[in-house]
């Protein structure tokens, strides 16, 4: 996956705008009764570690949308509130997860971690051309000659890359 010149790749927008417009309303739900009315006590803690959860998706959801995954080369860069950068030529694991919704309605979500020496950068399945990056990994996991977890490699099967070994 060598490339000459660097491509960005972002969350999708309406993802994370939904997000935080989820964080918002929730912290709202939560905060406000603190806040305006007088409740009791043991529902005043039920409502603040409510609302700590909330600001928590807010804050994923910033972080989501100050995110960029840069292609350049045989690097992958993850740029954000933390950065980082693996070298896909020296990639020693890779691991994909699909995280279902609870009730089973809709889809769900994919996590691709991959890692080199020290390094690790993982991204989620919001991100845009996901299957992109999934099948460019995949490759570069054949050429290292790295196992595959049965999870991952079912998990990359239903993204339609073909696991075998060519």
């Known amino acids: 996956m060598t490339r000459s010149k660097p491509i960005e790749l972002r969350y999708q927008r309406a993802q994370v705008m939904g997000d935080a417009a989820r964080s918002v309303l929730g912290l709202v739900a939560t905060l406000g009764p603190i806040l305006f009315l007088d409740p009791l006590p043991w529902l005043v803690w039920v409502l603040a570690v409510a609302a700590l959860l909330f600001a928590a998706m807010g804050m994923k959801a910033v972080e989501s949308a100050c995110t960029a995954i840069i292609l350049e080369g045989s690097m992958i860069h993850r740029r954000s509130l ?22 089973g309605e809709g ?16 991204v989620d399945s919001n991100l845009e051309r996901f299957d992109e990056l999934a099948g460019a990994t995949l490759n570069a996991a054949r050429r290292n000659k790295i196992f595959l977890d049965p999870t991952s490699a079912h998990n990359f099967s239903m993204l339609g890359h073909s696991v075998e070994d060519e």
Request: glycine letters at 8%; aromatic letters at 8%.
């Open 82 to 103: 933390i950065s980082r950068s693996v070298d896909i030529e020296k990639l020693d694991r890779i691991k994909l997860s699909y995280f279902g919704r609870r009730n």
């Open 107 to 122: 889809k769900g979500w994919m996590s691709l971690t991959i890692g080199s020496e020290d390094q690790k950068v993982s």
